[in-house]
């Protein structure tokens, strides 16, 4: 029997229940929400009293002995019961308005959604810099509509939020987060990306990332910088198992040789031994580090310009420096 229900929200939470309630406070209560709280075992954890303020709330325990983001969105996933299924970090908020936004796609026949999404310093309420990666390439592909552009979209944008997917579509599909330590989402996000056959881009912002020190892409252990390592060879295997030859190195070219040189700025804080491990790695693992096009000089030209001021972001995001 089909579910009733419209849309499932999936949050997982760790150590910020204040954080939490502002988020909740995002969602309007309606008879086809839910939303789902997964507490990953905090010490801080949600008061039960100020939790029923949001009578729209389910809120489950992380009893599965394995920690991290990836698992309590799994958990939520095993509870939902939403035709539609959208994912949020509890330190991040919805806009206003956003349930009338995503309300209009509830009778798409796409498997997917995305939104342009935006992001914040939750100290200043200046804006960030964690939208502008994945707003550019929706807001590209939303002017040219073209294969490349097409290919960013499929398997650039990691971060589950800001994206409306078909619950019956991530089950189909036995789609399911990474249980590790760091980048749980990329290859949910990659397979997403290559199993969807309909899909639709939508202009609008519903979902805003709240910046702040001390939230997991700000830290950098190296616990941490390991678990993004591995899953980035995952994903660069992935890809040169299932896409055609040239899409394949139009992303690598795009995403994967910047990541790689991100995460090898990363291992490089760490130490020397550390940073020729990773890099005699990614060799072996035939993941990207450098491009002939390097040798020309309009491409040497262009990074000078462009790619390298944007390597200590990248490094940022990776190490929180």
């Known amino acids: 029997m089909e579910s009733s229900l419209d849309l499932s929200v999936i949050i997982p939470h760790f150590d910020c229940p204040d954080l939490l309630y502002r988020l909740l406070s995002t969602i309007p209560p309606h008879p086809g929400v839910e939303v789902i709280v997964v507490d990953d075992n905090s010490e801080k954890k949600p008061d039960p009293s100020s939790l029923s303020r949001f009578p729209h709330v389910v809120y489950y325990e992380n009893t599965s002995g394995k920690k991290g983001a990836g698992t309590c969105r799994n958990i939520g996933l095993e509870h939902a019961k939403g035709r539609w ?35 914040r310093y ?10 502008e990666a994945d707003a550019g390439i929706l807001l590209r592909y939303l002017k040219e509509r073209d294969h490349k552009s097409e290919l960013l979209v499929r398997y650039y944008i990691a971060a589950p939020w800001s994206k409306l997917i078909r619950r019956d579509f991530i089950e189909m599909h036995g789609l399911r987060f990474d249980e590790v330590l760091a980048s749980n989402d990329v290859m949910f996000a990659t397979k997403l990306g290559y199993h969807m056959k309909r899909f639709q881009v939508s202009p609008e912002t519903i979902y805003c990332v709240m910046l702040r ?4 892409v700000m830290r950098k252990s190296r616990e941490v910088i390991e678990a993004r390592i591995d899953t980035h060879i995952r994903y660069v295997q992935f890809l040169k198992s299932y896409l055609p030859g040239k899409d394949a190195r139009y992303v690598f070219l795009s995403r994967a040789f910047k990541r790689s040189l991100g995460l090898l700025n990363a291992a490089r804080r760490i130490g020397v031994t550390y940073f020729l491990s990773t890099w005699f790695r990614f060799i072996r693992s035939g993941v990207p580090i450098v491009s002939w096009r390097l040798i020309t000089p309009s491409f040497v030209w262009e990074k000078i310009t462009k790619t390298l001021p944007n390597m200590k972001r990248e490094s940022r995001f990776y190490t929180g420096r």
């Open 85 to 119: 299924v959208i994912f949020a970090d509890a330190d991040d908020i919805f806009l206003p308005g956003f349930y009338s936004i995503v309300a209009k796609y509830f009778t798409a026949e796409e498997e997917v959604i995305f939104f342009v999404p935006t992001s």
């Open 122 to 131: 939750s100290d200043s309420g200046e804006l960030g810099f964690r939208h």
């Open 213 to 216: 020190h001390g939230s997991l």
